[in-house]
């Protein structure tokens, strides 16, 4: 077995892992579990959120819960620049494993269909991703994962998600900060 293929299959290992504890213990965490840890972390606690807002994505935790604790915490505008900068780093790492775990072979096992769908979102290049980001209607972890299957540029990816992140981020970040 190759390198690349025994890293794509340890990469893949890890994901589910990482997904199943998450399901298996939800109530660490819960909104109010996370705040209390952030809490504990003083001024570690942007730092510690950015990174368990990645993470958490990645492992399809539900970014408008991540994104109202943030704003419960760090009120709306700090709130919100930690939850972009969190969902960000998530969505890139989602779109890496992707592209580099499932990608080759997502790609030769799709038929026309899928064919013509990637292609038609690669056409779109980042005005797709920005619509995938302002269109609450796209789930946002899953979309990640899917992106990562086209061809769009990284860069592009990045950027446009950071960008277009930021109206739904303040939106929850201002819920979560009101209702606190």
Request: glycine fraction near 12%; proline fraction near 4%.
């Amino acid at each position: 077995m190759s390198a690349r293929i025994l890293l794509r299959v340890l990469l893949g290992a890890l994901l589910v892992a990482g997904i199943a504890w998450a399901a298996t213990h939800r109530d660490a965490l819960s909104e109010q579990a996370i705040r209390h840890q952030l809490e504990s972390l003083g001024s570690w606690a942007p730092l510690a959120f950015v990174g368990a807002y990645a993470l958490g994505s990645t492992l399809f935790l539900p970014g408008s819960a991540l994104t109202a604790v943030g704003g419960a915490l760090f009120g709306p505008v700090a709130g919100t620049a930690w939850s972009v900068l969190g969902a960000t780093l998530g969505a890139t790492m989602s779109f890496l494993v992707a592209r580099y775990v499932a990608g080759d072979a997502v790609r030769q096992r799709a038929g026309a269909r899928m064919h013509a769908l990637l292609s038609g979102v690669e056409e779109g290049g980042w005005r797709f991703v920005a619509l995938v980001r302002l269109v609450p209607l796209f789930p946002f972890n899953l979309s990640n994962y899917a992106l990562g299957l086209t061809r769009i540029g990284l860069v592009p990816y990045v950027l446009a998600s950071a960008v277009f992140m930021v109206p739904g981020a303040a939106a929850f970040s201002f819920v979560g900060h009101s209702g606190r």
